[in-house]
């Protein structure tokens, strides 16, 4: 089961990367203003979310689930309960990114680079609380 645990983490690591650099992508890209800019980012932005970003998330909750039914059985605190929450709103956040991409690569995006720095910050603040309630399930 340590396998399995080490490639959980390993492509939660994948996914999380997906998560703070897409989002970055989305600033420069609202922000670009040429034609070959603007194609660029179109093609990095679907590479990122299909091709590392998107496995990251299936492959992660994937061995999660591997870890929940072949090791721990369903005994955890209140603390599991809190992840999987937070593993929902990263999931959230994930589709409102492939939105996002979509209205990019059909030019029909409506957020401006300043939103979207802030947007690119939620990530941040899952991961530490993920992180944090892993370490210490506090109840």
Known sequence: MLWVKSLHLIFMVTWFAGLFYLPRLFVYHAMAGDRPSLE???????????GIMTPGAVLTVAFGLWLWLGWFRGAFGGWFHAKLALVALLAGYHLWCWRLLKAFAAERN????????WFNEFPVLVLVATVLLVVFKPF
């Open 40 to 50: 660029r980012f179109k093609l990095m932005e679907r590479k990122l979310f299909w």
């Open 110 to 117: 409506t957020k401006s680079h300043v939103w979207l720095r």
